[in-house]
């Protein structure tokens, strides 16, 4: 797939790439089967060129939802003035083939310490969180 982010040489791309680097959570909502969204600021890894990583508790309802509809909205806090929007849409799908978060050394480097301070150690919060989902980004937009 090309790359779906906005070009690396304007302000947008940077800030796209900046936050898709740097951000500690994400939001990703998903549909209920009601059809009411549901968003919820998840930890994550951007998998360059177009893929976001996630891991769930295996009973998340967000599994459910995206099992009936896996497109799925992302999105970064704005700014206190309604600025700095960056929204990403794809399609979710479990990867059960990903190793869990204990031996993804990217989500390690990312959210290690803070693994440490929730679980206590990182096999713990992998045995929390098993379930590895993948959004697969095909639009990205903002300002």
Sequence with gaps: MTDVLPD???DFGR???SRLADEIVIWLTTIAADGTPQPNPVWFVWQD????LIYNRSGADRLAHIARR???????????HGGN????????E?????????ENAAYLAKYGERITQLSGRVEAFSEAYPTPLTV???RVRGF
Aim: glycine letters at 8%; charged letters at 15%.
């Design 8 to 10: 690396a040489g304007s």
């Design 15 to 17: 800030r796209v790439r």
């Design 49 to 52: 060129p177009d893929t976001v």
């Design 70 to 80: 896996p497109r799925v909205a992302l999105n970064f806090n704005g700014d206190a």
């Design 85 to 92: 929007i960056v929204v990403l849409t794809g399609s979710a």
């Design 94 to 102: 479990v990867a059960a083939h990903l190793p869990p978060p204990h």
């Design 136 to 138: 697969r980004v095909d």
